[in-house]
């Protein structure tokens, strides 16, 4: 767990999420909000390294990832523990606000 943001594809989504917390941003380049969303999550990523993974997943490159947790509008923020959605987000997230719900999947 880098501090850094994973980009997800279909091949190593499963492998990502399997274990601990993992937040997944769903999202698109053409997307305003996505691009409102990216340095949250950029300056998210150190402060929850070690305890949480954040990972991108381009749900135009990837739409069987994006079909089978129901993602209809973007960004979608997912937290998966042990690979199991544990909560959803629509819309752009605040910083304090993803830390505080991920501190409650991490205790």
Do not use: Y
């Amino acid at each position: 767990m880098s501090g850094t943001l994973n980009e997800l594809t279909e091949a190593t989504f499963a492998a990502e999420i399997a274990a601990g917390v993992t937040l997944v941003d769903f999202w698109a380049p053409w997307c305003g909000p996505c691009r409102m969303q990216t340095p949250i999550l950029e300056q998210l990523a150190p402060q929850v390294a070690g305890k949480v993974k954040i990972g991108k997943v381009n749900v135009d490159e990837n739409p069987g990832i994006a079909g089978e947790f129901g993602v209809t509008g973007i960004p979608t923020l997912i937290v998966f523990k042990n690979g199991a959605e544990a909560e959803r987000f629509v819309g752009v997230q605040p910083a304090d606000v993803l830390k505080d719900r991920l501190a409650k999947h991490t205790a």
